[in-house]
């Protein structure tokens, strides 16, 4: 199993990054997909994420009208369109494959592996 993340990069306050998420080895029916992220000196934070049974898209409240999670099975990839980022959304972003509940994964990544596999990461800077 793979996951590779890409389309991080410096953008300036206001502005927008898609990031994509690749996954091998597995099928997104398998595994619900989420979106992580972890600044410097900071917790991991849970940013977006689909249950493998639940349909719903979750977004923590910082992101919620400016993140959309979505996904292209046939490509088995999904993205995360990131628009009027902020100084504040700095950081590695990560994309996972989970056997969780969203609401369990979002409350727990911060302080466990909630997760079965992870990418790399891919930075994303925002300057004000």
């Known amino acids: 199993v793979q996951l590779v993340e890409s389309g991080g990069g410096l953008v300036q306050a206001g502005g927008s990054l898609r990031l994509s998420c690749a996954g091998s080895g597995f099928t997104f029916d398998e595994y619900g997909i989420a979106w992580f992220r972890q600044a410097p000196g900071k917790e991991r934070e849970g940013v977006s994420c689909?249950?493998?049974?639940?349909?719903?898209?979750y977004y923590t409240d910082s992101v919620k009208g400016r993140f959309t999670m979505s996904s292209d099975n046939a490509k088995n990839t999904v993205y995360l369109q990131m628009n009027s980022l902020n100084p504040e959304d700095t950081a590695v972003y990560y994309c996972a494959a989970h056997a969780f509940f969203c609401p369990t994964f979002m409350d727990r990544v911060a302080g466990a592996v909630v997760y079965d596999y992870r990418g790399q990461g891919t930075q994303v800077t925002v300057s004000s």
């Open positions: 689909v249950g493998v049974s639940d349909a719903s898209t």
